[in-house]
């Protein structure tokens, strides 16, 4: 019972760590999932037909665990949490998620290639407003990086950069979080952030670091969003304990951040780039454009 119950525990920790690897960049569309692998959104197989879910049940009246599972999976017969047999309740289901479309206004299922580096052009399906980009410093978490590629994906962030430790898109286990996300946002690792920082810089990049500090403004402020429509924007992230390095911060023309009202001083990494991302994309003038 006891390799039954660890084996049923799909989900495990990871360092995260990986070489740090110079100038290389890579971009595929969304779609080119391997066998069996979903969209992120849960509802569609590479191949673009409807993926079923069933919800479980445990059978052990103390424990009475339910959960959604791909429809017939084995891995959905033993409970997750103390190991006893479940049992279907309710017939399979599918779940809607976005109208996925490629990079360039592509179907997901079409076929690509692996362009250069001097190949890459802004994404046509990106919504007016400011053009984005991020640069990652010694973000650490190999789940926080995967989740930030999702949010990269779906803003339609045209590049995102990695400095020092963050784990690359070409990790191993990068595809658990990123979720195909990996594949289809383009991408450039630097040994040195700062390094990467100042390229950004010198090719007409403005770099934002979401950061607190005595120049941070709220990314909220009117007067600041009024600026950001026809920008070139590199948010930069720093290492989840650390921070952005000061020498990438002096680099920086704006520091922002995100206003805290409760307790705690600030939001996990991958969460406070999804905020401040779809901020900058959806605000126009000052206001927020209507969602497409």
Request: glycine letters at 12%.
């Amino acid at each position: 019972r006891r390799t039954t119950r660890a084996n049923a525990r799909i989900v495990r920790r990871s360092s995260g760590r990986t070489t740090a690897q110079q100038d290389i960049i890579r971009v595929e569309v969304i779609g080119a999932q391997r066998p069996g692998e979903g969209n992120g959104s849960g509802n569609a197989h590479g191949d673009g037909s409807a993926r079923r879910f069933e919800s479980r049940r445990c059978s052990d009246s103390g424990c009475g665990l339910r959960f959604p599972v791909d429809a017939g999976s084995e891995l959905g017969r033993l409970c997750p949490h103390c190991g006893s047999a479940t049992v279907t309740v309710e017939a399979p289901f599918s779940t809607h998620g976005a109208n996925v479309r490629g990079r360039h206004g592509d179907p997901p299922d079409r076929p690509c290639h692996e362009p250069s580096r001097h190949d890459l052009e802004p994404l046509n399906t990106t919504p007016a407003g400011p053009r984005l980009a991020a640069l990652l410093d010694n973000v650490r978490s190999l789940r926080n990086v995967g989740s930030m590629l999702r949010t990269a994906d779906g803003a339609g962030f045209e590049l995102v950069v990695f400095g020092g430790i963050t784990p690359r898109p070409d990790h191993p286990k990068m595809a658990k979080t990123a979720l195909g996300a990996e594949r289809t946002v383009p991408w450039r690792g630097f040994a040195d952030a700062r390094v990467a920082a100042a390229a950004l810089a010198g090719d007409g990049w403005s770099l934002w670091a979401l950061e607190g500090g005595p120049r941070s403004q709220s990314l909220f402020d009117p007067e600041l969003l009024r600026s950001v429509a026809q920008a070139r924007i590199v948010l930069v992230l720093g290492h989840e304990l650390a921070g952005v390095d000061p020498r990438i911060v002096d680099l920086c023309e704006r520091v922002v951040h995100l206003p805290m009202l409760g307790h705690k001083g600030s939001l996990n990494v991958s969460v406070a780039f999804g905020a401040a991302a779809y901020a900058l994309r959806f605000s126009r003038l000052g206001e927020r454009t209507p969602l497409p």
